[in-house]
């Protein structure tokens, strides 16, 4: 049985304008077959006049029979509609967990999952005005071991044009640039790894012509 439920309230719309973050984003995924029953919503409105409020969906939480046993996806969301974390289960047990933050502008900023190994990854980075990721660290975290790496991306009129990712030590272990070639947006890739030879990578769009 699939059972999909809302909780959902409304604000004042001056909560809105804020940027909703579309960098990020966790689809649950399932397994095994499973029937589904039609979605269940329910809505808290407050008493304030309909033309001045929006709704905001503040959590959802997915329910799957499997021939496994039984799976579960929860997400919340904050006051202006962002997603705050999202996390599965099997049965009861918490399996994986994604956490995301905002900036004051609204990009999100930094991504943190936790696994039931005991696995961390957080990666958390700095925006430009208009969302784009400027720089960034990343630190993965096992019982054995922990990976430190650190990025930068570059831009030209909106379009990034160079991405360099280095290691504790600030050696550079990747550089791409990007020589856009039409107004389409194709573009063509060039990518150097350490100890690797040069990769050349070739994309070509034509707007469905």
């Known amino acids: 049985m699939f059972v999909v439920s809302f909780m959902i309230i409304s604000l004042l719309c001056g909560c809105a304008g804020h940027p909703v973050d579309t960098q990020s984003t966790t689809e649950a995924e399932t397994t095994g077959e499973a029937s589904t029953t039609e979605a269940e919503t329910t809505d808290e409105i407050s008493d304030t006049d309909e033309t001045s409020q929006r709704t905001v969906l503040l959590n959802t939480e997915t329910t799957n029979e499997t021939p496994y046993g039984t799976e579960k996806y929860v997400m919340e969301y904050d006051e202006y509609g962002r997603m705050t974390s999202s996390k599965t289960y099997s049965g009861t047990a918490e ?39 400027l720089s960034g ?67 070509s769009y034509n707007a469905n012509k």
């Open 95 to 133: 399996m994986s967990a994604t956490y995301f933050t905002y900036d004051e502008k609204g990009y999100c900023n930094s991504e943190k999952i936790t696994s039931s190994s005991g696995t961390e990854m957080r990666d958390e980075w700095t925006n430009d005005a208009d969302g784009n990721i």
């Open 137 to 203: 660290t990343k630190k993965t975290e096992w019982s054995f071991r922990e990976l430190i790496t650190s990025y930068s991306y570059q831009y030209d009129n909106g379009r990034v044009v160079s991405y360099i990712l280095k290691n504790a030590s600030g050696q550079t272990q990747e550089e791409r640039t990007y020589q856009y070639t039409d107004e389409y947006g194709s573009y063509i890739m060039t990518v150097k790894k350490q100890h690797q030879p040069e990769t050349v990578f070739t994309y």
